[in-house]
């Protein structure tokens, strides 16, 4: 089973990941971003490293779907190849940090590897606010995320409304999280896994 994990940069993707792998024993699969050659140099100047990092980033996640696919554990992953897709490239040309042609060009990469890829059983999407956002990328103190714009940030929320709710055709949880402190209010995380009980094993 394939588990995956949507959310805007500061959502808590990381963080709900681990602890649902713990919960449940399920493998934990996470986002390449510590070692990530380009991440750095793309918060610095977006438009010139936004194809390379999103090329990266695609190559990264088809080796992970292609190892889930194979694998026979149930897999929780820290955002899909959908979301890089359908929300940061989407949104790095709309705001003209991608050209068209290197946008065509990843587009016909994208849809050559989706002939061998299949959704995953269930998503779970963490919903928030751009003030919660922020605040979470203040709290955890990344130096590279620091520079990040209200607008960038913004957009991407505005994506992942737009793919969830209109683009995306998979089984969608979603977990209002502006309100909830999984991490340290046992209750909150409570709430979720209920909510993940009731969709996969038919619980409550």
Not at 9 to 38: C, D
Not at 53 to 72: C, G, H, N, P, W
Not at 116 to 145: F, N, T, W
Request: hydrophobic letters at 40%; aromatic letters at 14%; proline letters at 2%.
């Amino acid at each position: 089973m394939h588990i995956g994990i949507a959310g805007n940069i500061g959502s808590g993707k990381t963080t709900l990941t681990r602890m649902l792998a713990q919960h449940y024993g399920w493998t934990p699969r996470y986002e390449a971003v510590t070692h990530n050659p380009f991440l750095e140099d793309y918060y610095k100047d977006i438009h010139r490293w936004s194809f390379n990092l999103e090329v990266y980033f695609l190559t990264q996640r088809f080796k992970d779907v292609m190892e889930i696919a194979r694998s026979k554990e149930t897999i929780i992953q820290d955002r899909t190849i959908f979301e890089g897709v359908y929300v940061f490239v989407a949104n790095n040309v709309a705001m003209g940090n991608l050209s068209q042609r290197d946008y065509e060009a990843y587009m016909e990469l994208f849809e050559v590897m989706m002939q061998m890829v299949r959704l995953p059983d269930l998503l779970i999407y963490l919903r928030c606010s751009i003030p919660h956002l922020v605040a979470q990328i203040q709290k955890r103190g990344r130096d590279y995320e620091q520079s990040m714009s209200l607008e960038y940030l913004g957009g991407l929320n505005d994506r992942y409304e737009k793919f969830i709710y209109e683009e995306y055709k998979g089984e969608v949880l979603t977990i209002d999280a502006d309100r909830l402190d999984f991490q340290n209010n046992p209750e909150d995380f409570s709430s979720i896994t209920d909510k993940i009980d009731a969709r996969l094993f038919g619980l409550f």
